[in-house]
């Protein structure tokens, strides 16, 4: 059964970079037909698709966050990390990751809360 | 983007009441070559990640109850729950994967009177 993990700084200052990783256990990330993504929430708010990996690496982002983010793989370490670039308080939310192939699926990980504050 | 347009913003449903919630899709989410909606239902408790209950916009999830029920096509979508149950109040999310950005409804409350 394949698990997402996401992880990262808890805190991040504004105008910095947001960095996060989504770790994958129980199969390989660079097989198969998947979508690796990420979305946000924040607090008390709806959902956010910010963006996804292929399988095989090729991206796609939310155009409301392209300037600013990007979604990469790392197979050696079976896990695709986000960066999201100069932050402010408004991308202050949880964090999630998942994984479909290509319709929505159960495969999401707990979520990770990440505050931009000075 | 494909705009998801959830009703009501909240619910109040007693015990073994129905609920029914609606999704309505800024253009149509259905793709005319395979004939299926591109449409999802997430429930989600607080503190947890959404649940899918819902895809192609009826079929359910493996493990979830069959009093959740899915219905709707082109622009217009319900999710019904046919009992409520009190482990069943949660947010419910309607989401498009017809296009990218894949867009979410705002969600829609459901509590117990």
């Known amino acids: 059964q394949v698990q997402l993990q996401e992880s990262g700084p808890g805190l991040v200052k504004p105008s910095q970079t947001l960095s996060l990783t989504c770790n994958v256990s129980?199969?390989?990330?660079?097989?198969?037909?998947?979508?690796w993504s990420w979305i946000r929430q924040p607090a008390g708010k709806g959902l956010e698709w910010i963006g996804r990996i292929y399988t095989s690496g090729t991206t796609t982002y939310n155009p409301s966050l392209e300037s600013r983010v990007t979604i990469s793989a790392d197979t050696s370490k079976n896990e695709f990390s986000l960066k999201l670039n100069s932050v402010t308080a408004a991308d202050t939310a949880v964090y999630y990751c998942?994984?479909?192939?290509?319709?929505?699926?159960?495969?999401w990980g707990q979520g990770t809360m990440v505050t931009v504050s000075s | 983007d494909i705009v998801m347009t959830q009703s009501p913003d909240s619910l109040v449903v007693s015990l073994g009441e129905r609920a029914t919630i609606n999704c309505k899709s800024s253009?149509?989410?259905?793709?005319?070559?395979?004939?299926?909606?591109?449409l999802a239902w997430y429930q989600q408790k607080p503190g947890q990640p959404p649940k899918l209950l819902i895809y192609w916009a009826s079929t359910r999830e493996s493990g979830v109850p069959d009093r959740f029920s899915g219905s709707g096509s082109g622009t217009d979508f319900t999710l019904t729950i046919s009992s409520l149950q009190a482990e069943d109040v949660a947010v419910y999310y309607c989401?498009?994967?017809?296009?990218?950005?894949?867009?979410f409804g705002q969600g829609t409350k459901v509590e117990v009177k």
């Open positions: 129980g199969g390989p990330i660079n097989t198969g037909s998947y979508y």
């Open positions: 253009q149509s989410v259905l793709y005319s070559s395979n004939n299926k909606n591109y």
């Open positions: 989401q498009q994967y017809y296009g990218t950005p894949r867009t």
């Open positions: 998942a994984r479909d192939p290509g319709y929505p699926s159960n495969i």
